[in-house]
């Protein structure tokens, strides 16, 4: 600790009343011997007492008044709201001692007439002189030492320049300038923030509290380095640090913080500072351990001190942007085809909403920790046009790309295809709409770790499907939505072509709504050659073909290993096969599904040869409709639910009457009614850590899991 820190705190304890005996005894043998020490109490006791009368004056509702001399040098009234210890005898008379020699010193410094009577007033409660304007008159922090041969330059809110002093008060538009690198100076603030600043550094206080008030910290470091330790701040009123850059916003913590031309950096020591970059109001929050840098192009990123920045940078887009710009915020470019060439592992670029022309991605290749993001924010970006020398008048082609994100795109009317994805790994879609496409709106053929997450593919104008994923190993597709296509809304087939691997293994299908598909025919979610797949809390309804299809057609395995658990698949009035299984080739696995047939004459599972039934696991769901089971190949056509538990499966399973399961079917409101026989009658056993239902509720929430794709709150 410094020796102005110590003194600092002796003088601070004794003014509270908080000061013990011992403490008592070195201020009082610091006064005697020490002209500075006797300064600095002088200072403070005069700003301590000054505070307190104003307190005192707004709490009894009257404008505050100027303190007289005489109140000048008086042992102050504590500053806080409890009595204090009474201060010890002999150190009053050190300070009236203290007080009286540097009387003449007080009147010099702080302009008034000196007062004889001053040091026998010590102890006496003053009597106020009304004066007007003291808040005008109160500091918001101190100056504490310089260190450094400097002299620090501090111009006011008026314009008006002055060398600083130590413990001189600093006010509220007063800018503080070091003229040489290897100064340093203190700042203490009234609430106990202290700081630290060097490397040339101008700093403002924009805004800071004065004694008693509500009111936030806001600095300006227009360049050099800020070190600081908050405590905490209220959280209405953080401490707020601009730089040319950045903004650092902080409710309590150590940190340091610098402000050169090209860069913001941020290093936090202990706490949590969330970093704005001004440019686009990119945010990111920065953890103790922990830096970040906030630069015109470098991507904001929080990572461990000590370690690097992750590579890539920022590229703007605007429909107002200039071809062969170079895609700063400042100066965006025009189109995705001008950065094709250029893009690099952790690179973003930033659409603002608007429309561009369509693009051809080859090659372009983050990694695992630094992926690609195209990202539209604030609105969509619209593609439309066709790739040049492309007949197809395809919008958007992914060729050999790998680690790539396309999130806020929206492709619609495309004369073929909105968008094809040729081999490649690891491409996410995300928020983004596909509509329109005059034979398909996705087609990926071998892009493995394909991810659909909060899309739309909706209105495809032929009997194609909307979403077709070929040769694709381990997609994941969720929380996404397919609308009034004709044929198959969702397509997945391991294919039987040269090169391929003839199944798709790891598939994930989860919380999707697929309605009003098939009317030209193809179920909804079509299932060809899937191995180690789970399709769980899907909403299939008003499909006029089936809903779920597990089968073997084109591919070259036939399903395996596939567990289908907690869906509602209602199907049209006149629909066909709620589930349809297949050329299995190995165990399928039903849990918790609520399954609701078309008519009277389908039911609600369908099999194609009586072969299957040796493949499939089923229990726990709930079948509406008369007819429970067909199989193609063998007479009866159908098995009510006891024949087919008879034959050994779904003995936990039972029958309800449509009219009795949901809120409000006819308004496809299919959560379940508070009566309904879907609730807590499910098999526990498949409920996972992560398993949410539809709406995102946890499960499970009564005393069993609920069938179907929504859990109900007990």
């Avoid at 997450?453 to 070929?470: I, K, M, P, Y």
């Avoid at 798709?504 to 009003?516: Q, T």
Wanted: proline residues 6%; glycine residues 8%.
């Amino acid at each position: 600790m410094s020796d102005s820190t110590a003194l600092d705190d002796l003088i601070g304890a004794y003014l509270d009343g908080a000061a013990d005996q011992a403490g008592v005894s070195e201020l009082e043998a610091r006064l005697r011997s020490d002209r500075a020490a006797a300064h600095a109490f002088v200072r403070a006791a005069r700003f301590d007492q000054t505070l307190y009368r104003l307190h005192a004056l707004q709490k009894q509702g009257r404008a505050a008044g100027a303190v007289s001399p005489a109140g000048r040098f008086m042992t102050p009234v504590p500053r806080r709201a409890v009595a204090p210890k009474k201060p010890f005898f002999p150190l009053r008379i050190a300070i009236a001692g203290a007080a009286a020699v540097l009387l003449a010193f007080a009147a010099w410094r702080f302009g008034t007439r000196s007062d004889p009577q001053a040091s026998q007033q010590i102890g006496k409660k003053p009597s106020p002189s009304p004066a007007p304007a003291v808040l005008e008159d109160l500091g918001v922090a101190r100056l504490g030492r310089l260190h450094g041969n400097q002299t620090v330059r501090i111009t006011d809110a008026a314009g008006s320049e002055r060398s600083a002093e130590v413990d001189e008060s600093l006010r509220m538009g007063d800018t503080l300038r070091l003229a040489d690198a290897a100064d340093a100076l203190e700042i203490r603030f009234l609430d106990g923030t202290r700081m630290q600043i060097s490397n040339a550094a101008e700093l403002q206080i924009v805004q800071a509290p004065r004694n008693g008030e509500r009111a936030a910290k806001r600095l300006l470091l227009s360049a050099g380095r800020l070190e600081a330790d908050v405590p905490p701040q209220p959280a209405a009123t953080p401490l707020t640090i601009d730089t040319p850059l950045a903004r650092a916003t902080v409710l309590g913590t150590r940190f340091t913080l610098t402000a050169i031309n090209e860069a913001t950096r941020l290093e936090v020591a202990a706490g949590r500072v969330k970093l704005e970059r001004k440019l686009d109001a990119a945010r990111i929050e920065v953890d103790a351990g922990h830096y970040a840098e906030a630069r015109e192009t470098a991507r904001l990123a929080a990572v461990p001190l000590g370690q690097p920045l992750p590579p890539g940078r920022d590229y703007y887009l605007s429909p107002n942007g200039m071809i062969g710009a170079p895609a700063s915020a400042a100066r965006p470019a025009r189109e995705v085809q001008e950065l094709a060439a250029s893009l690099k592992p952790g690179d973003t670029v930033h659409l603002a909403p608007g429309t561009y022309q369509a693009f051809l991605l080859k090659d372009v290749q983050g990694s695992a920790e630094f992926p690609i993001l195209l990202c539209a924010k604030g609105g969509p970006a619209r593609i439309e046009g066709s790739l040049r020398d492309d007949a197809r008048g395809m919008r958007v082609r992914l060729d050999e790309c790998k680690h790539l994100t396309l999130q806020g795109l929206e492709i619609e009317a495309s004369d073929r295809l909105a968008l094809q994805i040729i081999n490649g790994s690891h491409i996410t879609l995300r928020d983004s709409a596909f509509r329109h496409g005059a034979k398909a709106l996705l087609s990926a053929v071998g892009c493995d770790d394909l991810k659909i997450e909060r899309c739309e593919f909706s209105d495809v104008h032929s009997a194609s499907g909307a979403c077709s994923l070929e040769d694709c190993q381990r997609p994941f597709i969720v929380d996404s939505r397919f609308f009034r296509n004709p044929g198959a809304a969702l397509q997945l087939a391991g294919g039987d072509e040269p090169g391929m691997r003839g199944a798709i293994r790891g598939a994930r299908i989860e919380r999707n709504i697929l309605a009003e598909n098939g009317h030209s025919g193809g179920a909804a979610l079509n299932l060809d050659g899937i191995h180690e797949a789970l399709v769980r809390n899907n909403l299939l309804y008003a499909n006029r073909a089936s809903g779920i299809a597990v089968y073997r057609d084109g591919s070259r395995h036939g399903p395996r290993e596939v567990r289908v658990l907690n869906n509602t698949v209602v199907s049209a009035p006149g629909g066909r096969y709620a589930l349809r299984l297949a050329d299995l080739e190995g165990p399928v696995f039903l849990r918790n599904n609520l399954l609701v047939g078309g008519n009277d004459s389908i039911p609600a599972l369908g099999l194609l040869r009586e072969a299957d039934l040796k493949h499939i696991d089923s229990d726990a769901n709930l079948f509406a409709g008369p007819r429970l089971v067909a199989i193609d190949d063998i007479e009866p056509a159908a098995w009510t639910l006891e024949e087919w538990q008879r034959k050994g499966h779904d003995a936990r399973s039972r029958f309800a009457d449509p009219g009795t399961l949901f809120l409000n079917a006819p308004v496809h409101d299919y959560r379940l009614a508070p009566q309904s026989p879907a609730r807590d009658a499910g098999d526990d056993a498949q409920v996972t850590t992560n398993d949410s239902d539809l709406d995102g509720r946890p499960r499970k929430q009564g005393d069993r899991v609920d069938l179907g794709c929504y859990e109900a709150a007990p």
